[in-house]
């Protein structure tokens, strides 16, 4: 089992910055990944970015050039650096880690990120 507590949210003003920040614990050696999903009342969740750990990253295109997804192994902590937030940046960002071999995929409660505009 992993668990993951995300931190790091607020609100902000449209073209402000906010880091994220998810903290693992737990059988995270059995981790492939981890990353960054968001979603919005009455939409699907949505992939942000993810992180290998062969260090490959996806980002959705939405946030190509604006959010930075990276990684500081020795706190077991994966941040999501949020640059030039529009205020359809707007949801409630969840972290999210997986486990290819046991097919287990482990979800944190959620911060709310707020962009006015």
């Known amino acids: 089992q992993v668990q993951l507590v995300e931190s790091g949210g607020g609100l902000v003003q449209a073209g402000g910055s906010l880091r994220l920040s998810c903290a693992a614990s737990g059988s995270i050696s059995s981790l492939n990944g981890m990353g960054w999903y968001r979603q919005v009342p009455g939409k699907q969740r949505e992939l942000v970015a993810l992180l290998t750990t062969g260090s490959s990253t996806n980002y959705a295109d939405s946030v190509k050039g604006r959010f930075t997804i990276s990684r500081d192994n020795t706190k077991n902590t994966v941040y999501l650096q949020m640059n030039s937030l529009k205020p359809e940046d707007t949801a409630v960002y969840y972290c999210?880690?997986?486990?290819?071999?046991?097919?287990?995929?482990?979800w944190g409660q959620g911060t709310q990120v707020t962009v006015s505009s």
């Open positions: 999210y880690a997986y486990d290819n071999y046991n097919a287990y995929n482990y």
